[in-house]
C-alpha cells in the first residue's frame, strides 16, 4: 500500500472518530479525492474490523467513540480554550499555519472522552476568535514552509519583493531570522544584504524564493523576542520619542484598559480623561493610530508629532473639501 493512501486513511480514521458525522461528499472534500476512492477507503476500514458506522441522526459515517485513540487528559476548560483558539467551527482560510489549525482541532476533538466531546459541541458554537480582517494568502503553504526551514537551518534565502517603498519589484539577498504573524497578516524579519540591516518581508510580496545551499551567522545582537524593538507595531525608526497624549473621557477608557506598547504609562485625570505616556521607536506606525481617534486626542509631546497629525489632518480637511463635503 503506498504511503499516501496509508495517510489518507489514518486522516479518514481521524475524521470519523471526531463529534459529527461526515458525508460521502464531506469526506471527499476533506480527502480531496473522488467519491468513488472515499467509498473504496471505507470497504478497507471495514476489511480491518475498524468499526465505522451510518448514523442516521447526523446523517454521516462515524467510528465507535471507545475505538482506537486513547482519551487526553485535558479539563474541560483546556479543551475549550485549544479548540477555539485552533478554530474550531471557523476555520482560519488559506492562512498558513493558521488554516492547519483547523485540522488540528479534529484530530484532538476525536480523542477527548465522550462526555468532554459532548459538552464542547453544545459549547463551542457559542465561544469563537475573531482576528479581524486578514490578507489574502493563497499559495503561499509551501512558501511559508520552505523559509521555516530555512529559519531553521539558517540558510541564505534570494527573494524577488513587491516593494511598496522602492514602487517596485526589487531583487534581494536575506538572511531569515523569524517568522512572524502581526495583525493580519504573516511576515518574515530577515537581515538584508543590500540595506545591510534588519528589515521585515510580507510573504504575500514575495514573488519568488530560492533557498540556497550556504548557511549564514545571525547577527550577534538578535534577539528573536525583540525583533521589532520599541516599534510601535513593527517598523523601528532608529530614534526614540518620549510621546504624550491626553484622551478625551468618551474614549479614555477604550485606551486605558488595552496594552499597546510595552511602555506605555496612564494617569486618570478627575474629568475621566487620562494621560498617556510612551516611549517609541519612529513615530509614523504612532501617527495614523492617533489620527484614527480624531478630535478625541491630543498630542502634548513632542511637537514634531503634534505636527505631523495637524499636517495630515489638514490634509483630510483639504480633501474631503474638494469633494464638496
Known amino acids: 500500500m503506498r504511503v499516501s493512501r496509508i495517510y489518507r486513511l489514518l486522516r479518514l480514521i481521524t475524521l470519523l472518530q471526531g463529534d459529527r458525522g461526515y458525508r460521502v461528499s464531506d469526506l471527499a472534500e476533506e480527502l480531496q479525492v473522488s467519491r468513488r476512492t472515499v467509498f473504496r477507503d471505507l470497504n478497507m476500514l471495514e476489511m480491518a474490523r475498524i468499526p465505522y458506522y451510518f448514523d442516521s441522526e447526523s446523517g454521516g459515517y462515524r467510528i465507535g467513540q471507545h ?23 471557523r476555520p482560519f482560510g488559506k492562512v498558513p499555519l493558521l488554516a492547519d489549525s483547523a485540522s488540528a482541532a479534529v484530530k484532538i476533538e476525536s480523542v477527548l472522552p465522550g462526555a468532554v466531546r459532548r459538552h464542547l459541541g453544545s459549547v463551542t458554537g457559542q465561544v469563537g476568535l475573531n482576528l479581524g480582517p486578514m490578507s489574502r494568502h493563497e499559495g503561499l503553504d509551501e512558501m511559508f514552509r520552505r523559509l521555516t526551514d530555512a529559519v531553521g537551518q539558517r540558510r541564505v534565502c534570494r527573494i524577488i519583493y513587491i516593494s511598496f517603498h522602492e514602487r517596485k519589484q526589487i531583487a534581494l539577498t536575506v538572511h531569515p531570522l523569524r517568522l512572524v504573524f502581526v495583525s493580519r497578516a504573516w511576515y518574515v524579519v530577515a537581515w538584508s544584504v543590500m540595506h545591510r540591516e534588519i528589515r521585515t518581508f510580507k510573504l504575500g510580496r514575495i514573488r519568488r524564493l530560492e533557498v540556497t545551499d550556504k548557511e549564514f551567522v545571525p547577527p550577534p545582537n538578535f534577539d528573536p523576542e525583540r525583533c521589532f524593538g520599541l ?20 474614549v479614555a477608557g477604550n485606551v486605558a484598559e488595552v496594552g499597546w506598547h510595552e511602555t506605555q504609562r496612564v494617569e486618570w ?21 492617533v489620527l484614527g481617534y480624531g478630535d478625541q486626542v491630543r498630542v502634548v509631546t513632542p511637537q514634531v508629532l503634534r505636527r505631523r497629525v495637524a499636517q495630515k489632518a489638514q490634509a483630510v480637511l483639504a480633501s474631503a473639501t474638494e469633494e464638496g463635503i
Open 269 to 289: 485625570n478627575d474629568d475621566g480623561s487620562i494621560e498617556f505616556h510612551v516611549t517609541v521607536d519612529g513615530l509614523g506606525e504612532i501617527t495614523w493610530w
Open 67 to 89: 475505538f482506537f485513540l486513547p482519551p487526553v487528559n485535558l479539563t474541560l476548560n483546556e479543551a475549550l480554550a485549544v479548540l477555539v483558539l485552533t478554530g474550531r467551527g
Open 231 to 250: 516599534a510601535w507595531s513593527m517598523i523601528p525608526e532608529g530614534r526614540l520619542y518620549k510621546v504624550h497624549l491626553h484622551f478625551e473621557p468618551q
